[in-house]
């Protein structure tokens, strides 16, 4: 069975975005790139809500060709394109880089990827990852913590039906204030 992850960066009081989608409150490093570039490579499959997917194919398909982009965003660029995607998505869309669309159930889709052969998933967007939550798919969160508190928009976590417990397997403290904290489900 494969591994399904949830990561992302989070404000302090818990939001990925602001009410109007906006996530340039998280502040930037080369430390905390690289981090989230090495947990990339180890991906097999992203799987993308709609929005989360907007926002990544509007730059990395290109984001190795961007005026300084460092050897990281290089590197990311060419781990972005050439890892299989999966978008959800309730309406039909155009989507290219290795990627393919699901319009059906979410959850029967990841339900069939996590049952098959292979590597660790990724998924992002937190409507996506909600309904993975709720459905028990998680098994890893990987929450990057910034120092702000934006005051309210989209949670990084969903509204459960009941407790998910969790193993702490991981903290690490960033130089410019940023720390992560991985869980592991019981």
């Known amino acids: 069975m494969r591994k399904l992850i949830y990561g992302?960066?989070?404000?302090?009081?818990g939001y990925v975005a602001t009410a109007d989608g906006d996530i340039g409150w998280g502040g930037s490093s080369d430390e905390l790139f690289q981090f989230w570039l090495e947990q990339e490579q180890a991906i097999e499959t992203f799987l993308y809500g709609r929005g989360l997917w907007e926002g990544m194919s509007s730059y990395w398909p290109t984001g190795d060709q961007q005026p300084g982009a460092t050897p990281?965003?290089?590197?990311?660029?060419?781990?972005?394109?050439?890892?299989?995607?999966?978008?959800?998505?309730?309406?039909?869309?155009?989507?290219?880089?290795?990627?393919r669309v699901v319009t059906g159930d979410a959850i029967a889709e990841i339900t069939r990827l996590k049952a098959g052969d292979g590597g660790p998933m990724r998924v992002g967007g937190a409507t996506l990852a909600g309904a993975a939550m709720r459905a028990g798919l998680v098994d890893e969160y990987e929450i990057i913590t910034h120092p702000v508190l934006v005051g309210g928009?989209?949670?990084?976590?969903?509204?459960?039906?009941?407790?998910?417990?969790?193993?702490?397997?991981?903290?690490?403290?960033?130089a410019a204030g940023m720390v992560l904290t991985r869980y592991a489900t019981r």
């Open 72 to 99: 990281a965003q290089i590197e990311f660029a060419r781990n972005w394109r050439d890892t299989p995607k999966v978008v959800f998505s309730s309406t039909p869309i155009e989507v290219d880089w290795n990627t």
């Open 153 to 174: 928009g989209k949670p990084f976590f969903a509204a459960l039906d009941d407790w998910v417990n969790l193993d702490l397997v991981e903290t690490r403290v960033f």
């Open 8 to 13: 992302m960066n989070v404000s302090l009081d």
